[in-house]
């Protein structure tokens, strides 16, 4: 039986190794490096934060914007802030995990659903929806700059 600390050492050369032989064969990575534009930028921060918008609205419980993306978010009348105010506990940064809570290996999407199904009692919402990805966006942009700390989530 190898030993830990074996163990590591070997995983530490392997890695190593790949990079290099990755590096050597196929050189950088060259996807999506061509120079964006100030228009561009404007425009890819203009509808990331129109789905930051949106997943706001749905987080806060807006009757309309459930209504119009057609979800129930919630059977008890609770939003998502009222226990996560500002996003606050959410992590996003720490997803994908083993969630405990669920007992399996989670993604945002599925921690989002799990919390929608459970303490909410609403129903689960398709993970490639429109709200699902304003949900998520919403989520991450309140999270910006927060620090991943493995282990504490």
């Known amino acids: 039986m190898i030993n830990t600390s074996t163990f590591l050492r070997i995983l530490r050369r392997s890695t190593v190794a790949g990079a290099v032989v990755a590096a050597a064969v196929v050189g950088p990575a060259s ?4 120079p964006v534009t100030p228009k561009q930028l404007k425009l890819y921060e203009e509808a990331f934060m129109e789905e930051v918008r949106k997943g ?3 987080f806060h ?3 309309a914007m ?3 993306l057609g979800v129930k978010l919630s059977n008890t009348g609770w939003a998502c802030a009222m ?3 500002m996003a606050s506990d959410t992590h996003p940064q720490a997803f994908p995990k083993f969630q405990a809570s669920m007992a399996k290996f989670a993604t945002l999407r599925d921690m989002i659903n799990w919390c929608i199904e459970k303490p909410s ?3 689960k919402i398709d993970p490639e929806s429109e709200a699902m990805k304003a949900l998520e966006a919403y989520i991450t942009w309140s999270n910006s700059g927060s620090v991943l700390v493995p282990g504490k989530y």
Do not use: I, S, T, Y
Request: a negative charge.
């Open 83 to 85: 226990c996560h105010p």
């Open 61 to 63: 419980g807006d009757a």
């Open 31 to 34: 996807a999506n490096k061509d």
């Open 56 to 58: 706001d609205l749905l």
């Open 66 to 68: 459930k209504e119009q």
């Open 121 to 123: 009692q609403g129903e």
